[in-house]
Structures are given as C-alpha cells and as structure tokens.
C-alpha cells in the first residue's frame, strides 16, 4: 500500500505555509542547519510587498504565503511536530524538512525581479 498523502492532515493554508517554509529553509543564505538535530532555522521570513512575495529565488502570491503571519498555522504546525517559532525565528525540523506536502511544484515560479 503506497503511503498516505498528507498523513497528519494539515489544511491547504498550513502546507502552502509548510512548502514555503521548505524553501526557505534550503536557502543556504538564509538559513541554518543543525546536523545534529536535523533542524533548520530560518533567518528572515520574507513580508509581501505588493501582490507578492520573494521567497528564496521564487516569487509567491502574497495570498498564498498568508500563513508566514497567522498565528495559528504556526500553532498547528508546531503541534504536529514540523516547525515552531523560537525567539521569533522560524524553526523547520527534520520532519517539516521531509514532509511530502504535495505542493513543491505549484506556488514557486522564477523571480522576475
């Protein structure tokens, strides 16, 4: 039986919100790794301006990284063992790092600016 997608049932804002911080979390500029933990601590969380984003090298509709600014994704988040805020940084762990959000491929599109 192939494995369930979406396991821990997270809602369409949590995983957009879940998939961004992925990205940013890869960004060796604006982030950093913990081998130990297998953590990722994020920076600079990036604010819309306009109708958009810059998230990493990608630019995102503000509407779709909504969820880097509602408490409650974070809430949610964290609960669900994939990422939390500390000391007002973004913290992705190892399993919000390899969680199949199913959307790496669709709110990313080249920065035109």
Do not use: C
């Not at 953590?39 to 503000?62: M, N, Q, S, W």
């Not at 990422?83 to 007002?88: C, D, L, T, V």
């Not at 762990?93 to 390899?98: E, L, R, V």
């Amino acid at each position: 039986m192939p494995p369930r997608k979406n396991p821990l049932k997270l809602n369409k804002l949590q995983l957009r919100t879940l998939v961004l911080a992925q990205v940013l979390a890869k960004d060796e500029d604006g982030a950093r790794h913990d081998d130990a933990s297998g953590e990722t601590t994020i920076l600079h969380v990036p604010h819309p301006h306009g109708e958009h984003v810059h998230v990493g090298a990608f630019t995102v509709t503000a509407r779709d990284a909504s969820g880097f600014s509602n408490r409650a994704v974070w809430t949610a988040l964290s609960r669900k063992g994939l990422a939390r805020i500390e000391n007002g940084l973004v913290i992705v762990t190892a399993d919000g790092m390899t969680y199949d959000t199913g959307l790496s491929d669709r709110f990313v599109a080249p920065s035109d600016h």
